[in-house]
């Protein structure tokens, strides 16, 4: 099992919204993705952080059975809509990708 996680800095604002509406639509448009990607294992989106340091305004969980499945869903044009968005509301993002043993 691939696990990818992804964690996002928003921007306080954009002609999007504020943080808190770009944030939630982030989860809407992300957790929407398993539906028509049949890669996707399991896909969770966390907007309530407690503490996170750097700041952390989204995390996106998720898992694949591969690093295969995992390039099929990050081309799928449904998630590059997801991404379009997101690089208009990120001002930061980070990634880690692993294999759970």
């Known amino acids: 099992m691939l696990v990818h ?5 928003l921007k ?4 999007h919204g504020t ?10 448009i992300l957790e929407a993705l398993p539906a028509v990607i049949p890669q996707v294992r399991r896909l969770h989106v966390g907007t309530d952080i407690l503490e996170s340091a750097p700041e952390t305004h989204a ?6 059975d591969n690093a295969a ?4 869903y990050a081309v799928h044009p449904r998630h590059q809509e997801c991404v379009a ?12 990708d692993y294999f759970l043993e």
Do not use: C, G, H, P
């Open 85 to 96: 968005f997101i690089k208009a509301v990120a001002e930061e993002r980070r990634v880690v």
């Open 69 to 72: 499945d995992l390039k099929a």
């Open 12 to 15: 306080e604002q954009t002609e």
């Open 59 to 64: 995390i996106l969980y998720s898992e694949f």
């Open 19 to 28: 943080r808190a509406q770009n944030a939630a639509k982030m989860k809407e």
């Open 5 to 9: 996680i992804v964690m996002w800095k």
